[in-house]
């Protein structure tokens, strides 16, 4: 779990994310949610370490505060932690292998068989085609790039995954499988998942913890199931602003009926 208490994060005297407390639980895809420039990638980036906040604490690991951290310690918190980036970020100069067993030379002491029979078992893992391992990211498809892009994350066992906007790019049913591949792993492993995310099919479907964020502040945290109840006009304008989620809430308000 994590668990950010009266987070405050300025820069040159602008406040971007202004008192917000929250818990992000192990074993489920805990999401931050709002509309451009609400701050949901800077408390991402605060939680990862990135940036240090102006005020307030980022508890992990039984209560261990990241804030306090030193050099050392950042790097063995950070030992922990899984990052899927937007735009997959694999390097182009190396095999779909090579890019899974990157950080296993960079922060393990494995072996190189060892390494890569744990790559192998990650990409395993995603559905990644034995014929892909050899091939250059630029020689497979957007979707196995995020897959092979999970499995890096995963590489290391990490108790935390961050993954940010992580269907950009992707067709409708791509963004679904990969949506039920970051739930899968979540579930399977007990992760802590946190997803950046705008992509509305992905709230609803894989969305067990929802933090909503307008204009840097803390306006509503639930479930997916709790969304089509809620009151909150912010959060409803913001889900609810195409006629089809206009549709599944008010359908939700007539099962409840």
Same mark, same amino acid.
């Given at each position: 779990?994590?668990?950010?208490?009266?987070?405050?994060?300025?820069?040159?005297?602008?406040?971007?994310?202004?008192?917000?407390?929250?818990?992000?639980? @192990?074993?489920?895809?805990?999401?931050?949610?709002?509309?451009?420039?609400?701050?949901?990638?800077?408390?991402?980036?605060?939680?990862?370490?990135?940036?240090?906040?102006?005020?307030?604490?980022?508890?992990?690991?039984?209560?261990?505060?990241?804030?306090?951290?030193?050099?050392?310690?950042?790097?063995? *918190?950070?030992?922990?932690?899984?990052?899927?980036? !937007?735009?997959?970020?694999?390097?182009?100069?190396?095999?779909?292998?090579?890019?899974?067993?990157?950080?296993?030379?960079?922060?393990?002491?494995?072996?190189?068989?060892?390494? %890569?029979?744990?790559?192998?078992?990650?990409?395993?893992?995603?559905?990644?085609?034995?014929?892909? *391992?050899?091939?250059?990211?630029?020689?497979?498809?957007?979707?196995? !790039?995020?897959?092979?892009?999970?499995?890096?994350?995963?590489?290391?066992?990490?108790? *935390?995954?961050?993954?940010?906007?992580?269907?950009?790019?992707? @067709?409708?049913?791509?963004?679904?499988?990969?949506?039920?591949?970051?739930?899968?792993?979540?579930?399977? *492993?007990?992760?802590?998942?946190?997803?950046?995310?705008?992509?509305?099919?992905?709230?609803?479907?894989?969305?067990?913890?929802?933090?909503?964020?307008?204009?840097?502040?803390?306006?509503?945290?639930?479930? %997916?199931?709790?969304?089509?109840?809620?009151?909150?006009?912010?959060?409803?304008?913001?889900?609810?602003?195409?006629?089809?989620?206009?549709?599944?809430?008010?359908?939700?308000?007539?099962?409840?009926?």
């Amino acid at each position: 779990m994590i668990q950010i208490q009266n987070i405050v994060k300025s820069f040159d005297g602008v406040t971007v994310l202004n008192n917000i407390s929250a818990d992000f639980r @192990d074993g489920e895809v805990n999401m931050i949610i709002g509309q451009s420039g609400s701050g949901k990638t800077v408390l991402m980036k605060t939680m990862l370490g990135l940036f240090k906040p102006s005020s307030g604490q980022i508890l992990v690991d039984n209560g261990m505060d990241i804030t306090t951290f030193n050099e050392k310690r950042m790097r063995a *918190y950070h030992r922990t932690v899984g990052t899927l980036f !937007q735009g997959s970020a694999l390097f182009d100069s190396m095999t779909v292998l090579q890019n899974v067993a990157f950080p296993l030379e960079m922060f393990s002491h494995m072996s190189e068989a060892e390494m %890569r029979e744990r790559a192998v078992f990650c990409l395993k893992r995603v559905n990644m085609p034995e014929h892909t *391992y050899n091939l250059m990211p630029g020689e497979i498809s957007g979707g196995q !790039q995020k897959r092979v892009a999970i499995a890096r994350a995963i590489v290391l066992n990490p108790k *935390y995954l961050f993954c940010d906007e992580p269907n950009s790019g992707l @067709d409708p049913k791509t963004s679904l499988v990969i949506d039920q591949l970051i739930q899968d792993i979540t579930r399977e *492993y007990n992760i802590c998942t946190v997803v950046n995310s705008h992509d509305m099919n992905s709230i609803m479907e894989i969305g067990d913890n929802i933090l909503f964020l307008k204009n840097g502040m803390k306006e509503w945290q639930g479930s %997916r199931h709790e969304i089509c109840s809620s009151d909150d006009e912010a959060l409803n304008d913001f889900v609810f602003a195409s006629e089809l989620f206009k549709r599944i809430k008010e359908s939700g308000m007539q099962n409840q009926d």
